[in-house]
């Protein structure tokens, strides 16, 4: 998924933050974390502190340092145990001191959710520049699932920090073995932590990151934003931008979430709306969503997006919040071409999250179906 | 609990390794480790090397840098996991990096089980010299039940490593947040792992670390296995050797022993022989036997030792190696006054691991019963 247009945004400041924060929401899945509660923390800092660069991929330097933060855990933990500076910087701080040097910039692991602006916090605080990329181009929900582990890239040293003060530095042979060292310091940890992994070269960001992505999801943040003065309806707007597909109408009628294993995992149900009266859906997520099911039948799966919209603001919801009676537009879009290789689809695809379907490219199902709603 | 004579062990060799692989089993009271396994790896080590020097506290200056080395784990995995001596030494790189200095000599965090020799492994391979000092005086199930922790002295850095290649470094705020972050990554690492935790200086050593207790231990197996010449009772000598007590002749009858939580977790039940029949007693453990009672009757308790000697060579039984039918002497020895202040209590005492009993000395127990059996 890229965005239509050359406009490259260059500067993060309250507006922008206010933008990418709906944007990441709508990339993050219903996941990365809170967007709320990013978007306040990144405000915050950039009161305090003025507004960060966004550096552009190709202004890197092949032997730069960039280095991904962000939040692990489950969001639901996220909404009560908000993250503080010391904790934003601390991962920071211990990476640099681990590879003896300074970090040129930092870089969002996803761009999906909170977790595509808490690295704003520890940009300002350290008045280094964003990077305008990510390693997914989405959210995930394991650490693994980047594109930095596709193509074979260390995930370490990998630094986390909890807001006690405890701090840990991992060397894991691979993306696997931190996620399972990470999650299980994550749940001790009190189900959130901050961490940063996979410390790249200017040349590795260029190689295997998907750029521009805080830009496209400051693009589809101004476009929510917009719809409402051009008065055009906010979802077909967004659809038209990204190349999606409306999935379903409806009312969440039932909710099942846990918090298990480090994840917010389970599934809601929908009966349609409007046109769609008399019809299910069912939406499966492990902290983003995973699958979309209509009478069993797919109507879209991981890797690709699957978002939830307010049927009348076009605002994403995300897991954590989705309530009892939303009226919702399910809306999926095409994944970063990565994900679509075999490689892609063994470390996010519906397999591996152990949902009994291969994975079908979206636009492949929509065809099926007669196109879009 | 101290040895009686003035004798210092000064070299690890093949013999004195043997002799306290035994003494450290009856000292580990279950847990540690298990020491034929510690045993064998020293020994390999050191016909490997040549000699491990074992350096006395009093021979180390103020600012001496010395660092304990163990597994952590369930001993019942440790059987089967066997550490390799890569990843013996490995923590001791992490944290000679983390600090930027040498390490004058390591120590065994507890003189209990395969902990008092697995240290010896990676002392032969740097050419390194042992101390004769634990932090404990015996064996525990958790990190912070060390007279380190008892003295406020700092946890951090820990180092970590299983045997494929993963390295954990941790900034732990206390011991008890070491234990928590250590136990949930050594269930990752497969339930057992390598670790460096307290680093000391030489003079924290001389005012906290329980001294010669590598000797100690050397002095009990060394009593055990001249018992047999010297045609005395072994369980006798060793009695009188440490001022110990029997708790209870017995033969095990019903052992429920389970892996959970990075532990070995269980009770044994056993019935009385010779001129105990019809009597029963039960012990509780946690890695190591921590509670023994009959008939609800408390025998003897944590912090005090109690150790399984098989009846009739006196040699110890671990908790991970206790068998059906087994006739076995409980015996039981007052632990070092460390543990018997307010703060050692709270930290190892009967309430900590859930058993409903205050915490009684042992001697005070046995002059209730008349004295010993």
Not at 16 to 38: E, F, K, M, R, W
């Amino acid at each position: 998924m890229t965005t239509n247009t050359t406009f490259k945004l260059t500067e993060l400041n309250e507006q922008s933050v206010q933008y990418i924060a709906v944007g990441a929401a709508v990339l993050g899945t219903g996941g990365g974390g809170d967007p709320h509660i990013g978007k306040l923390m990144a405000i915050e800092a950039i009161r305090k502190h003025g507004p960060v660069r966004l550096m552009s991929p190709d202004e890197l330097k092949d032997d730069d340092l960039v280095v991904p933060l962000s939040m692990i855990g489950a969001p639901t933990v996220m909404n009560e145990k908000i993250p503080s500076i010391a904790q934003m910087t601390k991962p920071l701080d211990l990476i640099e001191k681990e590879l003896g040097r300074k970090v040129t910039a930092i870089m969002p692991i996803e761009v999906g959710g909170g977790n595509s602006l808490v690295p704003v916090i520890a940009a300002a605080e350290r008045g280094i520049p964003m990077l305008d990329a990510d390693a997914m181009g989405r959210a995930f929900p394991e650490s693994q699932m980047v594109t930095f582990y596709l193509d074979g890239l260390d995930c370490s040293p990998i630094t986390m920090a909890d807001e006690r003060g405890n701090g840990v530095l991992l060397h894991a042979i691979d993306g696997v073995w931190e996620e399972r060292l990470a999650r299980a310091i994550t749940i001790q940890m009190g189900g959130s932590a901050s961490i940063c992994d996979y410390p790249v070269t200017g040349a590795q960001v260029k190689q295997s990151a998907i750029a521009h992505t805080l830009t496209l999801a400051y693009e589809i943040g101004k476009t929510l934003y917009e719809s409402k003065e051009l008065k055009q309806n906010p979802i077909e707007a967004l659809l038209k931008q990204l190349d999606g597909y409306a999935l379903f109408h409806g009312k969440a009628v039932d909710i099942r979430r846990r918090t298990e294993g480090g994840f917010t995992r389970g599934e809601a149900v929908f009966e349609g709306t409007g046109e769609q009266k008399g019809r299910t859906m069912k939406l499966f997520f492990q902290n983003e969503f995973l699958l979309a099911t209509e009478d069993g039948e797919v109507l879209a799966v991981t890797p690709d997006l699957i978002s939830l919209l307010d049927q009348d603001t076009g605002m994403p919801i995300t897991t954590e919040n989705l309530k009892y009676g939303a009226r919702v537009t399910a809306v999926g879009f095409p994944c970063d071409p990565k994900w679509r290789t075999a490689k892609g689809v063994e470390v996010a695809g519906p397999q591996y999250f152990g949902y009994d379907t291969p994975y079908i490219p979206i636009e492949q199902l929509a065809a099926k179906k007669g196109g879009d709603l």
